[in-house]
């Protein structure tokens, strides 16, 4: 189960001004933030960030885009056979969709993005443009295979269905671990969660039966 990311240290320049900027950005806002602030933090001098992002806008939009990334190696949508059954692109979408979900991110980075894709700024357009476009349009692509007919209209509430499912356990950790306690959270690990938003999925799609009222063997769809 996601948990937050100790606070990360770093000799990289640019990288310390995008993890001081990320957290006065989350507490105060693009306007309350200031520049020299974000330096002071970053122990560097208010010309650096002139010097590695241009200005101020900028610099913000960069460290949104590495907010998005954090705790994630790779953001790109998954690359497959040509010839691989849809059914298996979607298992692999649904658990690269996990795997971001659910890697450990700073707080402040998850505050920072859901204030930006709450209340967009040309930073959330770059976000989705670069990021959250190619996913989403893979998604697309591979539930059209499975219901050609369908109108479009239900195969968007149907992406937004699968996406929702993952989104979950990025945005409500902390009130799940209040409401059930840690033990059971923390049962749940990145192969749990994806295995039932896969069969979960399935089940709608008409791919797998629907979950019994006793479950008998974990894991098999």
């Known amino acids: ?25 989350a ?25 590695h992002f ?10 949104v885009r590495n907010a998005h990334c954090s705790g994630m190696t790779d953001s790109a949508v998954p690359e497959w056979p040509a010839k691989m ?3 298996e692109k979607l298992r692999h979408l649904i658990e690269h969709l996990v795997a971001h979900m659910t890697a ?29 476009r190619p996913i989403a349009f893979a998604l697309r692509d591979i539930i059209l295979e499975f219901v050609p007919t369908m109108p479009e209209r239900q195969r968007l509430m149907i992406g937004f269905s699968i996406v929702g499912q993952c989104l979950y356990y990025r945005q409500n950790p902390a009130v799940s671990r209040m409401l059930f306690g840690d033990d059971a959270m ?15 999925t399935f089940a709608a799609l008409g791919l797998a039966k629907p979950y019994p009222k006793v479950v008998e063997k974990e894991g098999a769809l």
């Open 1 to 25: 189960m996601i948990k937050p990311d100790t606070k990360p240290t770093t000799d990289d320049p640019r990288q310390r001004l995008l993890l001081a900027a990320e957290e006065q950005f």
């Open 27 to 51: 507490k105060d806002g693009f306007d309350g933030a200031t520049v020299r602030n974000i330096c002071d933090a970053a122990g560097m001098n208010v010309a650096s960030v002139n010097y």
């Open 54 to 63: 241009g200005d101020k806008e900028r610099l913000y939009v960069e460290v």
């Open 85 to 87: 059954p849809a059914a």
């Open 104 to 132: 450990p991110i700073r707080p402040s980075a998850i505050q920072l993005v859901m204030r930006e894709l709450t209340n967009p700024t040309p930073a959330a357009h770059a976000v989705v443009e670069d990021f959250i």
């Open 186 to 200: 923390n049962a749940m690990t990145t192969a749990a969660i994806s295995e039932h938003i896969v069969r979960f």
